[in-house]
T-cell receptor, first 112, second 110 residues
Framework: KAGVTQTPRYLIKTRGQQVTLSCSPI?????VSWYQQTPGQGLQFLFE???????NKGNFPGRFSGRQFSNSRSEMNVSTLELGDSALYLC???????????FGNGTRLTVT | DAKTTQPTSMDCAEGRAANLPCNHS???????VYWYRQIHSQGPQYIIH???NNETNEMASLIITEDRKSSTLILPHATLRDTAVYYC???????????FGAGTTVTVRA
């Protein structure tokens, strides 16, 4: 079974631009969650989607948004990029509430 | 949320068992213990999880003390590819706000 796929793997953007990251969950997984990982802050939760509905949201500004499609694929968007948005963005999927989260290899975003 | 405490780093000889401890003294009754590992520039990889019984899969074994205040991840025959940062976390079902902490940096030496 294929794992969680995230595209693109690397991105370089300039301040003020916007970016869209994509995540394809493991087949059959309906929950997709997003995380930001930085050396200083560690792993921070952005939001979680299930059946196209956002169920949980972390403490990030409104510049960070996401959505989930009917096939469970998900995208997240960051608008008006800031230098501090440079990070590894991880997507994880799971099948049920108590099943483990399986992570993709992330998108490395660099904002210059 | 319960927090976990892990040693900062440990070394292990290739082919030997690696025993990674984790303290979670404030764990609540419905929180599971999960282990993940992360190799540089990759996403966290799920290893194993459990509630109160010991668990084993193809990657590792998880030993949870009877009072559930601590656990040990056992990699039975460490290889160089097991060099990674290992994270022990506690999580209730349907909780996605994971807190990974600093983890244990495991270095497997030939």
């Amino acid at each position: 079974k294929a794992g969680v796929t995230q595209t693109p793997r690397y991105l370089i953007k300039t301040r003020g631009q916007q970016v869209t990251l994509s995540c394809s969950p493991i087949s059959g997984h309906r929950s997709v969650s997003w995380y930001q990982q930085t050396p200083g802050q560690g792993l921070q939760f952005l939001f979680e989607y299930f059946s196209e509905t956002q169920r949980n949201k972390g403490n990030f500004p409104g510049r960070f948004s996401g959505r989930q499609f009917s096939n469970s694929r998900s995208e997240m968007n960051v608008s008006t990029l800031e230098l501090g948005d440079s990070a590894l963005y991880l997507c994880a999927s799971s099948s049920t509430a108590n099943s483990p989260l399986h992570f993709g290899n992330g998108t490395r975003l660099t904002v210059t | 949320d319960a927090k976990t405490t892990q040693p900062t780093s440990m070394d292990c000889a290739e082919g030997r068992a690696a025993n990674l401890p984790c303290n979670h003294s404030t764990i609540s009754g419905n929180e599971y213990v999960y282990w993940y590992r992360q190799i540089h520039s990759q996403g966290p990889q799920y290893i194993i999880h459990g509630l109160k019984n010991n668990e084993t899969n193809e990657m590792a074994s998880l030993i949870i003390t009877e009072d559930r205040k601590s656990s040990t991840l056992i990699l039975p025959h460490a290889t160089l590819r097991d060099t990674a940062v290992y994270y022990c976390i506690v999580r209730v079902p349907n909780d996605y706000k994971l807190s990974f902490g600093a983890g244990t940096t495991v270095t497997v030496r030939a």
